[in-house]
């Protein structure tokens, strides 16, 4: 019976989240104005824009020079960059993270550093990383580095803190060597901590970087939604922005996968 | 000399008011080669800490441990302990948690020979067929089987049981129990419990060591248990001399709660808890 009961509940919530797609849909159609003598005005309609997704979809990788290349090329460079940036935060976060987290010294000498270099903007650092590094590109991996390493080394820290003492003492008995400690213990069991800051800060590197490639152009998905309006190609910036949130959710289920399969029940 | 020699150790936790509340002073205890020793006492007179303290997992403010005519005061692979929450790692599964201790307890092995002696483990707790679930799928009892097969497989020169069946379900408990007894006849293991159960102390020990309520607890006296092994428990309680031991122990834990002051009832409070809400009074 509560299957069933579910079942349908799962079915009347696809059901309303489409029929309120279409009611947005009509809305947006009927408020737009249709295009007079080929030249648009005001917002283009979701057909005109549905047109243009098509368009670029079904052609994902051309190259016609440095202004137009095609939007699968677009967001490789801007994946790319996530990857670079958000790889090397994890991998330093993580490391200071589970230091901080074992030693409660050295978490209060650095905690009030943290407490300031937290709330900048990660864009705020553009302009000093564009001078250091001379490289915008690499600016950009720099922006992405800063936005994800907060999330992810207060989570390490707060769940390698939180490590039930009877887990150590298990590693004191056996008198595991550290790296054992480190692997079979600290992070299996700060896991669910550390995935948790994982996916908090691939959201906001995603964020991040279509920004930080506004500022610094030449390439990547920020760089085409600028490059578009500065064409005022409106489809193509209102289907750049839905393909963000289409990209942003996969990244997210894909740490919400990783989160099922490293948490524990005590 | 004895095997395990507790000299003279005492325990103090800082109040929070920056005052030492001592929990037990000046216990001097000597555990023979393959001896079971148990020590029972009311809670918060600092008997799972004193275990702690012999584990290496925590210090003693005063005296030392001596395992072996050595002095000890780190945890190592020659002190097992069994955890009353069974503490294994919930991560991994049965299997991987013994296998973990195996292979810091004996890093020299192959990994066949590993194997083996982890699966050998594994079948005489019963749990072949279960080697591969995590601890969250098995009850109370199998996971202290667990707890047990880890600490006998690690081969520790003392084996530490802090309240082993107290979370275990009373059906079940007897059954572990046995297996225990079993397992410690095969190893002749030196062991040193705590419990509050008199019928378990008795059971199980060759010596009963009595703790007066803490804080300030100390080292009352210790009974001796002298029943032939291997027992039976429907034999034992039927002797006159198993009731008589029983009735003794239980009037001293008696009498050491009526020696406590109004208003001050330790039991069942632990003593960084009782320390807290002295704290709070003054």
């Given at each position: 019976?509560?299957?069933?009961?579910?079942?349908?509940?799962?079915?009347?919530?696809?059901?309303?989240?489409?029929?309120?797609?279409?009611?947005?849909?009509?809305?947006?159609?009927?408020?737009?104005?249709?295009?007079?003598?080929?030249?648009?005005?005001?917002?283009?309609?979701?057909?005109?824009?549905?047109?243009?997704?098509?368009?670029?979809?079904?052609?994902?990788?051309?190259?016609?020079?440095?202004?137009?290349?095609?939007?699968?090329?677009?967001?490789?460079?801007s994946i790319g960059r996530l990857l670079v940036g958000y790889t090397a935060a994890a991998f330093v976060a993580i490391c200071l993270g589970v230091m901080l987290g074992l030693s409660p010294s050295f978490y209060r000498a650095l905690n009030p550093y943290i407490q300031i270099l937290k709330p900048i903007s990660p864009l705020a650092w553009m302009p000093l990383f564009l001078y250091t590094i001379k490289d915008s590109s690499r600016s950009a991996m720099m922006v992405i580095f800063m936005s994800s390493l907060w999330p992810i080394l207060a989570n390490t820290a707060f769940g390698v803190a939180g490590i039930k003492r009877d887990y150590l003492n298990v590693s004191a008995?056996l008198q595991l060597s550290w790296v054992k400690r480190l692997w079979k213990v600290i992070l299996p069991a700060a896991a669910p901590a550390i995935v948790a800051g994982l996916r908090i800060s691939i959201g906001s590197a995603w964020v991040a970087i279509v920004a930080a490639e506004?500022?610094i152009?030449?390439?990547?998905?920020?760089?085409?939604?600028?490059?578009?309006?500065?064409?005022?190609?409106?489809?193509?910036?209102?289907?750049?922005?839905?393909?963000?949130?289409?990209?942003g959710?996969?990244l997210d289920?894909g740490f919400g996968s990783l989160a099922k399969v490293l948490t524990y029940?005590e | 000399?004895?095997?395990?020699?507790?000299?003279?150790?005492?325990?103090?936790?800082?109040?929070?008011?920056?005052?030492?509340?001592?929990?037990?002073?000046?216990?001097?205890?000597?555990?023979?080669?393959?001896?079971?020793?148990?020590?029972?006492?009311?809670?918060?007179?600092?008997?799972?800490?004193?275990?702690?303290?012999?584990?290496?997992?925590?210090?003693?403010?005063?005296?030392?441990?001596?395992?072996?005519?050595?002095?000890?005061?780190?945890a190592?692979?020659?002190?097992?302990?069994?955890?009353?929450?069974?503490?294994?790692l919930p991560w991994m599964?049965?299997?991987?948690?013994?296998?973990l201790?195996?292979?810091?307890?004996?890093?020299?092995?192959?990994?066949?020979?590993?194997?083996?002696?982890?699966?050998?483990?594994?079948?005489?707790?019963?749990?072949?067929?279960?080697?591969?679930?995590?601890?969250?799928?098995?009850?109370?009892?199998?996971?202290?089987?667990?707890?047990?097969?880890?600490?006998?497989?690690?081969?520790?020169?003392?084996?530490?049981?802090?309240?082993?069946?107290?979370?275990?379900?009373?059906?079940?408990?007897?059954?572990?129990?046995?297996?225990?007894?079993?397992?410690?006849?095969?190893?002749?293991?030196?062991?040193?419990?705590?419990?509050?159960?008199?019928?378990?102390?008795?059971?199980?020990?060759?010596?009963?060591?009595?703790?007066?309520?803490?804080?300030?607890?100390?080292?009352?006296?210790?009974?001796?248990?002298?029943?032939?092994?291997?027992?039976?428990?429907?034999?034992?309680?039927?002797?006159?001399?198993?009731?008589?031991?029983?009735?003794?122990?239980?009037?001293?834990?008696?009498?050491?709660?009526?020696?406590?002051?109004?208003?001050?009832?330790?039991?069942?409070?632990?003593?960084?808890?009782?320390?807290?809400?002295?704290?709070?009074?003054?």
């Open positions: 019976m509560d299957q069933l009961a579910a079942i349908s509940e799962r079915k009347k919530a696809i059901l309303s989240s489409l029929a309120l797609l279409a009611i947005l849909l009509a809305v947006w159609q009927l408020t737009t104005k249709p295009p007079i003598q080929g030249k648009a005005e005001g917002l283009p309609g979701p057909v005109a824009v549905a047109a243009r997704a098509w368009e670029m979809i079904s052609d994902p990788l051309y190259d016609r020079g440095p202004n137009d290349k095609g939007i699968g090329i677009q967001l490789g460079y008995l506004m500022l152009g030449g390439t990547g998905v920020g760089y085409f939604v600028w490059n578009e309006w500065n064409n005022l190609q409106l489809t193509s910036v209102i289907f750049a922005i839905l393909l963000t949130g289409f990209v959710v996969v289920m029940k | 000399m004895s095997f395990l020699e507790v000299e003279h150790v005492s325990k103090s936790f800082l109040e929070p008011n920056g005052q030492a509340l001592c929990v037990f002073r000046n216990v001097r205890l000597h555990i023979e080669k393959a001896e079971f020793v148990t020590m029972v006492g009311h809670s918060g007179c600092g008997k799972s800490t004193l275990l702690n303290i012999i584990a290496g997992l925590e210090t003693a403010s005063a005296g030392a441990i001596i395992l072996d005519g050595k002095e000890t005061d780190t190592g692979l020659d002190r097992m302990v069994v955890f009353q929450n069974f503490s294994l599964s049965v299997y991987e948690n013994i296998h201790a195996v292979r810091a307890a004996f890093p020299q092995w192959d990994r066949r020979k590993a194997h083996d002696y982890v699966q050998r483990y594994i079948n005489m707790v019963g749990l072949s067929g279960s080697e591969h679930k995590r601890p969250a799928a098995l009850s109370g009892g199998m996971r202290q089987r667990v707890g047990l097969a880890r600490a006998f497989a690690v081969q520790p020169k003392v084996l530490l049981l802090d309240e082993p069946f107290a979370q275990i379900d009373a059906l079940t408990r007897g059954a572990i129990q046995d297996e225990l007894m079993r397992m410690w006849t095969a190893t002749k293991n030196t062991v040193f419990m705590v419990t509050h159960d008199v019928e378990e102390a008795i059971l199980l020990s060759d010596r009963i060591a009595l703790m007066t309520s803490g804080p300030e607890a100390r080292l009352a006296e210790t009974v001796d248990v002298k029943f032939p092994r291997p027992r039976v428990r429907e034999e034992i309680t039927e002797l006159a001399e198993y009731a008589r031991i029983k009735k003794h122990i239980i009037q001293f834990l008696k009498n050491c709660s009526r020696e406590m002051p109004a208003g001050d009832m330790t039991t069942g409070l632990d003593a960084v808890a009782v320390g807290q809400q002295l704290a709070a009074e003054v």
